[in-house]
T-cell receptor
Framework: EADIYQTPRYLVIGTGKKITLECSQT?????MYWYQQDPGMELHLIHY???????EKGDLSSESTVSRIRTEHFPLTLESARPSHTSQYLC?????????????FGPGTRLTVL | EDQVTQSPEALRLQEGESSSLNCSYTVSGLRGLFWYRQDPGKGPEFLFT???AGEEKEKERLKATLTKKESFLHITAPKPEDSATYLC????????????FGTGTRLKVLA
């Protein structure tokens, strides 16, 4: 059973506001990921981390930033939210060193920017 | 280029009517193929990992199989609670740990 948490679950905010989406996991996984998913569309990787102080941009260009100061915590920040940022944001983690990485997902944050 | 294609896009079944979902993939060396279930407004829930052609895995009414080009998710005697979007993803041996996801199959099981 995966123990990965995201807060808030839903967020409605005005244009120009700074927001931070929280993601935490209690499994001790080294790798963590942020995906963006629009309705009926595939998941797009926007950020990933292989461990503390390691972050990389994903395949989908994003104006968000991430940090990884603690193994269990991988927050995503938008400095100035815009309507184009409206989407579902999914956090995932996976275990290092196995034959293959199985990713476990959090419940997601539904962001609406007005 | 690594690619995953799922079919059909949507499927409606009567309760008890068995069927299969398809995931075709192109990847330069397969490390693993993954099946997830996603309910509306929620994160994907892990179902199976398949590593090599010929492998099969089962969980309740679901059975996943893998060939060198595609994977099938067989649903036997489905129930309404099996209604969800089923996602397929692959991970290649390219040296990164990124997944390539398909767009999913939306399954609706009618009582």
């Amino acid at each position: 059973e995966a123990d990965i948490y995201q807060t808030p679950r839903y967020l409605v905010i005005g244009t120009g506001k700074k927001i931070t989406l929280e993601c935490s996991q209690t499994m001790g996984h080294d790798k963590m990921y942020w995906y963006q998913q629009d309705p009926g569309m595939e998941l797009h990787l926007i950020h990933y981390s292989y461990g503390v102080n390691s972050t990389e941009k994903g395949d989908l260009s994003s104006e968000s930033t991430v940090s990884r100061i603690r193994t269990e915590h991988f927050p995503l920040t938008l400095e100035s939210a815009r309507p184009s940022h409206t989407s579902q944001y999914l956090c995932a983690s996976s275990e290092w060193g196995r034959e293959v990485d199985t990713q476990y997902f959090g419940p997601g944050t539904r962001l609406t920017v007005l | 280029e690594d690619q995953v294609t799922q079919s059909p896009e949507a499927l409606r079944l009567q309760e008890g009517e068995s069927s299969s979902l398809n995931c075709s993939y192109t990847v330069s060396g397969l490390r693993g193929l993954f099946w997830y279930r996603q309910d509306p407004g929620k994160g994907p829930e892990f179902l199976f990992t398949l590593y090599s052609a010929g492998e099969e895995k089962e969980k309740e009414r679901l059975k996943a199989t893998l060939t060198k080009k595609e994977s099938f998710l067989h649903i036997t005697a489905p129930k309404p609670e099996d209604s969800a979007t089923y996602l397929c993803a692959v991970q290649g041996v390219s040296g990164t740990y990124k997944y390539i996801f398909g767009t999913g199959t939306r399954l609706k099981v009618l009582a």
